[in-house]
């Protein structure tokens, strides 16, 4: 299965900056049955009560809400700072050069909660790791990480380490 | 229904500025009854083939993910320029200082495809208006608008005359 769902990511050169080559889920989101395929194949990765599902703005939206929906758990989305409008809290990560943060609203995620992280790519693993890192101050448990694509090559997993880190195709 | 799902949008004030009452639907997505119930109720609303659902970033994306799912439909999300990786139209668009701009990948939608434009709110309507010139420009037809929440006081409806626009809940 996962060799039909790789047919419908396309390489993109040069985005979002020289030298990149970029895994654009788009056209996979154009086919309905691969769109199901793919949400019921990252379903497949998850053995664990999942109570809430925290997706990552905003590719991570996508298959985020879907599997919410799948496994009967509530959805959070983490954004950047500025665009959730209720309380938040912050996490500010390192990028390559300088720093970027993510946001949660404080009331998303209950003391105690099992929570699955998703994004549609594992890359260098700082946003997903300022997530988890959300999820964990509001009192919630990170259960799994779910990842559509993980770039090996980034060492995204070692940045995660002490994670449950899935992730459907790996480059 | 209605009644219930109105219970779960909560008015924050002030956001994105002073004066604004902002219609958060976040603790809807904290709740998978609740957000099964509001997808099926945008689902309720549609009463035509659609084979495209297009939503727009970022908050349209949960539940046009959502509505893409339950009609067998392909997911086209539009963004703000440069976000997209691949070739895109762009549409600039009047706000009330200024103007803003949304894309979307020039491959997304075919000749002749019928659409559903999504979003979590209608206000004044011009992100939605550009978002359909970009449907059209690529030769598809906007066949609805399913809004979420209309804000009927900023008269969004008018600036999409000629469209067929449903929204479940009006403020």
């Known amino acids: 299965m996962k060799d039909i769902i790789e047919q419908y990511i ?6 979002p900056k020289p030298g990149v080559v970029f895994k654009d889920i788009t056209p996979l989101l154009l086919e309905p049955k691969i769109m199901k395929l793919t949400t019921a194949e990252l379903l497949a990765l998850v053995d664990k009560e999942i109570d809430k599902v925290v997706g990552i703005e905003a590719r991570g939206f996508f298959f985020g809400t879907l599997l919410a929906d799948r496994l009967d758990a509530g959805f959070v989305p983490v954004r950047k700072p500025g665009k959730l409008p209720y309380k938040t809290y912050e996490e500010t990560y390192e990028l390559e050069y300088g720093t970027d943060a993510l946001a ?68």
Chains 1, 2 share one sequence.
């Open 104 to 171: 949660m609203h404080v009331d998303a995620i209950q003391e105690g909660d099992r929570v699955l992280i998703h994004d549609d790519v594992l890359a260098t693993g700082g946003t997903a790791l300022a997530a988890a890192k959300l999820v964990e101050r509001a009192g919630g448990k990170v259960v799994m990480f779910n990842f559509l694509i993980e770039l090996t090559y980034l060492k995204g997993r070692e940045k995660l380490k002490g994670y449950d880190v899935r992730s459907l195709l790996k480059y």
């Open 10 to 15: 396309r390489d993109v050169m040069d985005f």
